[in-house]
T-cell receptor, first 113, second 107 residues
């Protein structure tokens, strides 16, 4: 099992450009999450999904959109990137019973210039 | 916003020493997770504590959940260089993370 994978690993964008980050999991988990990690601030929840076709806002959702068209995939979109979105993005998944125990992907390092 | 505070922020020790790091909240929470994160990787779950006063051991790591379920600690006995990393706590109720304790164990 690959667990949770993220594509791409690194990306550099110019202000105003758009992009989509892809997360895939092969553990048949219902719940999926997107976090961002900034120095000295731990991880902050952007959006999450409790099942295919459902999404919800987390702590810092502004400037991001998400979609969960398939159970195994969770996409994070930036429509118009800003330098404040420079960060490391992590995807995670969990099952509904022990939903608080999350399995994380390796991260995507995004730089917006 | 109910913060989750971790202390110390940084810790540098010699191999073989013992250490304790802390995770505190102003509110009661139902569960708390501890993760370890190595550079360039995602966090990896170490343990979940759910019962006030609970103590869990994972080899040289001992995790404790406070009786009032507002705090938790992680104690490492005889630290090894492989313990180096960022230790994060997460409150299960709202998936909020602390800022972490960055541990360096020197040979």
């Amino acid at each position: 099992n690959a667990g949770v994978t993220q594509t791409p690993k690194f990306r550099v964008l110019k202000t105003g450009q758009s992009m989509t980050l892809l997360c895939a999991q092969d553990m048949n988990h219902e719940y999926m999450y997107w976090y961002r990690q900034d120095p000295g601030m731990g991880l902050r929840l952007i959006h999450y999904s409790v099942g295919e076709g459902t999404t919800a806002k987390g702590e810092v959702p502004d400037g991001y959109n998400v979609s969960r068209l398939k159970k195994q995939n969770f996409l994070l979109g930036l429509e118009s990137a800003a330098p404040s979105q420079t960060s490391v993005y992590f995807c995670a998944s969990s099952d509904p019973i022990r939903w608080y125990e999350q399995y994380f992907g390796p991260g995507t390092r995004l730089t917006v210039t | 916003t109910q913060l989750l505070e971790q202390s110390p922020q940084f810790l540098s020790i010699q191999e073989g020493e013992n250490l304790t790091v802390y995770c505190n909240s102003s509110s009661v929470f139902s569960s708390l997770q501890w993760y370890r994160q190595e550079p360039g990787e995602g966090p990896v779950l170490l343990v979940t504590v759910v019962t006030g006063g609970e103590v869990k051991k994972l080899k040289r790591l001992t995790f404790q959940f406070g009786d009032a379920r507002k705090d938790s600690s992680l104690h490492i006995t005889a630290a090894q260089t492989g313990d180096t990393g960022l230790y994060l706590c997460e409150r299960g109720d709202d998936m909020r993370f602390g800022a972490g304790t960055r541990l360096t164990v020197k040979p």
